[in-house]
């Protein structure tokens, strides 16, 4: 007879020897309500945040041991470089968007032609984007200031466009136009997080948040020296070393900390930048991508990485090619090469040469989509556990080749003066 313990007699551990799944298994299958796994995975989560932390600190930490600075601040200063110009060129070109309010104002008057405010249009649109991309080019700017004004002028170029076009088709339709010009509502369209013109307005919130919007600006500054880590320490010191790497080493090289960038990207653009601009706006839709980490092929991707993107392709692109007699894989090819080409003329514009990567490497996706779904004809988990694994892999393959084709471009020609 085993003998008890004193004082544990009322305190003895439950059974163990019941049949249970382990508890992987019981996440995956959805035998844990999902706010009780969130709670089991804490200690997996701070974890992943430390794993990350000591990776990216390592070498601040080595050079403040070697009595330097822990970060190089160069790369720094040198992006900054005019950014009073990028500034101003950022203003000028939210207030060029209201050149296209005042055509269809001019045109309610009688004092433009329905036909000739057409022809401005493409003209004005055409000019939205020459005009910052000559200026990137006379000014030289470093590829950081011409990432970002790039991707205003085409944040710009696409709103003014889904405005014009939404008033226009309306109009077309039997609606006045007069009723449906707001300026006010124009005005709330350009600042707020969106890219799809509503004559009826959007959604608001009633308050602003400030404590969200706090955390949001904590996470957004601790993502902000992610990304210039990454690139500092993981990154530049492979370009410095472009010359004496062969085009695959460099590829190897970039790949997890390409990946990572691109990472770290997505969610200081979708997670804060966006979310900060729509607490601030009163923009109540905060659906800014879907759960695209799943994805099972590139179109369910392209689908959800990028919703705003997305509803603009969908409204302005792929309904349009459709109505001029493209099947649903014509309209699909078609909104992808028509996204290609405005990728690539970011990259063209930031590196300052234009190449076919990006375009090159987007059609590619439309062969693998068919791949894609081939495999997963038959739903099974270990399929999608293939496609969704070589899916991530092409995440963090693809813009290693991207960087470092682009970066061999860029740099190598030039003998490492820049």
Not at 71 to 97: A, I, K, P, Q
Not at 294 to 299: A, K, Q, T, V
Not at 411 to 417: A, E, H, K, R
């Amino acid at each position: 007879m085993v003998e008890e313990t004193p004082g544990t007699s009322q305190h003895k551990r439950a059974p163990s020897y019941i049949a249970r799944d382990t508890l992987l298994d019981q996440l995956r299958n959805q035998q844990i309500p999902c706010q009780e796994a969130f709670n089991t995975l804490f200690g997996i989560q701070n974890l992943l945040w430390l794993v990350v932390a000591l990776a990216l600190l390592r070498i601040p930490v080595l050079r403040v041991l070697r009595g330097r600075s822990p970060v190089d601040l160069g790369f720094l200063e040198w992006s900054l470089e005019g950014y009073r110009g990028t500034l101003t060129m950022f203003v000028l070109m939210m207030l060029s968007c209201y050149l296209f309010y005042l055509l269809h104002w001019l045109n309610t008057k009688g004092v433009l032609h329905t036909r000739l405010c057409d022809v401005l249009f493409r003209l004005m649109s055409l000019l939205m984007l020459v005009l910052p991309f000559k200026w990137i080019h006379y000014k030289q700017l470093s590829p950081v200031p011409s990432f970002f004004l790039v991707l205003q002028a085409h944040s710009f170029f696409l709103k003014s466009f889904s405005f014009y076009s939404i008033i226009a088709g309306a109009a077309e339709e039997g609606t006045l136009k007069k009723d449906l010009l707001n300026l006010s509502n124009f005005s709330y369209f350009i600042v707020a997080p969106t890219l799809v013109y509503r004559v009826k307005g959007y959604p608001k919130s009633d308050r602003i948040r400030i404590g969200f919007l706090l955390m949001q600006v904590l996470r957004g500054i601790g993502l902000l020296a992610v990304i210039y880590l990454i690139i500092t320490e993981q990154m530049l010191p492979v370009f410095y070393k472009a010359g004496s790497l062969s085009i695959y080493e460099s590829i190897v090289l970039l790949t997890l900390p390409g990946g990572s960038l691109y990472l770290a990207l997505f969610f200081i653009t979708f997670e804060v930048a966006l979310n900060i601009f729509a607490e601030v706006t009163y923009f109540a839709d905060h659906y800014f991508y879907e759960d695209w980490w799943n994805s099972l092929s590139y179109d369910e991707f392209s689908r959800k990485w990028n919703r705003p993107v997305h509803e603009w392709l969908v409204q302005h692109v792929y309904k349009r090619a459709r109505l001029r007699g493209f099947s649903r894989v014509g309209g699909i090819i078609y909104t992808t090469l028509f996204s290609a080409i405005f990728h690539e003329i970011i990259l063209a514009i930031t590196f300052g040469k234009f190449r076919l990567y990006m375009t090159t490497m987007m059609m590619l996706q439309i062969p693998l989509m068919l791949v894609m779904h081939l495999i997963m004809k038959k739903d099974t988990l270990v399929r999608k556990r293939i496609v969704n694994t070589f899916f991530w892999f092409g995440m963090f393959i693809g813009p290693a080749i991207l960087i470092t084709c682009n970066v061999y471009d860029w740099y190598v020609p030039s003998t490492g003066s820049r």
